[in-house]
């Protein structure tokens, strides 16, 4: 059984960091690439970042660009996402995505096999 497990997330406030780990397990996780989705209250899901599956290239949205790094530990089963300078419209529930050998341009448009139950960062201002 394949789970995706976040943690990490919490209430900070504006210009605070956080950073958000996704443990998954039930999988080789060595060929999938991984993405971490949001979803803001009211607002549907917005795709945030991507990583292959070794680690090689990423990719970000324009909001988070320069702010916000992803990273995976391929011996840990782990990818994360540093989050820097948070803004209050970073508050959302955030989700890990596995993709079997997936694209950063198939992720962006939520095509994955798996995801996690999120885990909710709340900024304030």
């Known amino acids: 059984q394949v789970r995706l497990t976040e943690s990490g997330g919490g209430l900070v406030q504006a210009g605070d960091s956080l950073r958000l780990s996704c443990a998954a397990s039930?999988?080789?996780?060595?060929?999938?690439?991984m993405a971490w989705f949001r979803q803001a209250p009211g607002k549907e899901d917005e795709f945030v970042t991507y990583?292959?599956?070794?680690?090689?290239?990423?990719y970000y949205a324009d909001s988070v660009k320069g702010r916000f790094t992803i990273s995976r530990d391929n011996v840990e089963n782990t990818v994360y996402l540093q989050m820097n300078s948070l803004k209050a419209e970073d508050t959302a529930v955030y989700y890990c995505a596995a993709a079997y050998r997936g694209t950063a341009q198939a992720m962006a448009q939520k095509g994955y096999n798996y995801r996690g139950q999120g885990t909710q960062v709340t900024v304030s201002s």
């Open positions: 039930g999988l080789t996780f060595s060929m999938y690439a």
């Open positions: 990583i292959s599956r070794i680690g090689v290239s990423s």
